[in-house]
């Protein structure tokens, strides 16, 4: 069984940066495809980015392009979000996910989901 939690979270203004991990516990997930989506109130979820097990293929949702990058420490057994240029429509709750298998943007697909990081953006 695989854990996520996730840590980073917090209050920035508008233009700042913050910085997001996800650490994985109770398996290695270094095979796992990981995720990253966020849920701004009275919303769904939404894709925000994922990575491959390798690392080499990364995905963006298209109005993070440019300012948000995903990466993985598989030796650390945890994942990223480096989140640059924050507006306040970023303002979310962000959760990582894992699957097995290829990077996917769709939320169903995935597994394991860590209970979630606030991310507030003021204007």
């Known amino acids: 069984q695989v854990q996520l939690g996730e840590s980073g979270g917090g209050l920035v203004q508008a233009g700042g940066s913050l910085r997001l991990s996800c650490a994985a516990s109770?398996?290695?997930?270094?095979?796992?495809?990981m995720g990253w989506f966020r849920q701004a109130p009275g919303t769904e979820r939404e894709f925000v980015a994922c990575?491959?097990?390798?690392?080499?293929?990364?995905y963006y949702t298209d109005s993070v392009k440019g300012r948000f990058t995903i990466s993985r420490d598989n030796a650390k057994n945890t994942v990223y979000l480096q989140m640059n240029s924050l507006k306040p429509e970023d303002t979310a709750v962000y959760f990582c996910?894992?699957?097995?298998?290829?990077?996917?943007?769709?939320?169903?697909?995935?597994?394991?989901w860590g209970q979630g990081t606030q991310v507030t953006v003021s204007s």
């Open positions: 990575i491959s097990w390798r690392g080499s293929t990364t």
């Open positions: 996910a894992a699957k097995r298998g290829v990077a996917t943007t769709q939320k169903h697909e995935y597994n394991y």
């Open positions: 109770g398996r290695s997930v270094s095979t796992y495809a």
